[in-house]
Nanobody, 115 residues
């Protein structure tokens, strides 16, 4: 059973940085894509960034130039480096790990950006 655990959230002032981590365990073989989503209160969950095994990336327009997604395939771990954070980035951030035979979400990590 594949499990996904996020870490690295917290409280930061506007303009600051945070690095989120996403660890997949339980024999998460052949991961095709790792992605970060976020959901703010009253809003739908939205895609923030995604990365394929080959390193192709995509970003939401709202985070381009500020956030960077990366992954360590050997460790089955993904990262989201968030710079120049804004209050509107405040949300619960979720990691999603996808493969041909499974699609798993983590429980989420809270990111709060104060103005």
């Amino acid at each position: 059973q594949v499990q996904v655990v996020e870490s690295g959230g917290g409280l930061v002032q506007a303009g600051g940085s945070l690095r989120l981590s996403c660890a997949a365990s339980g024999r998460p073989f052949r991961i095709s894509e790792m992605a970060w989503y976020r959901q703010a209160p009253g809003n739908e969950r939205e895609l923030v960034a995604a990365i394929t095994t080959g390193g192709s990336t995509k970003y939401a327009d709202s985070v381009k130039g500020r956030f960077t997604i990366s992954r360590d395939n050997a460790k089955n771990t993904g990262y989201l480096q968030m710079n120049s954070l804004k209050p509107e980035d405040t949300a619960v951030y979720y990691c999603r790990v996808s493969a041909k035979t499974y699609d798993k979400w983590g429980q989420g990590t809270q990111v709060t950006v104060s103005s």
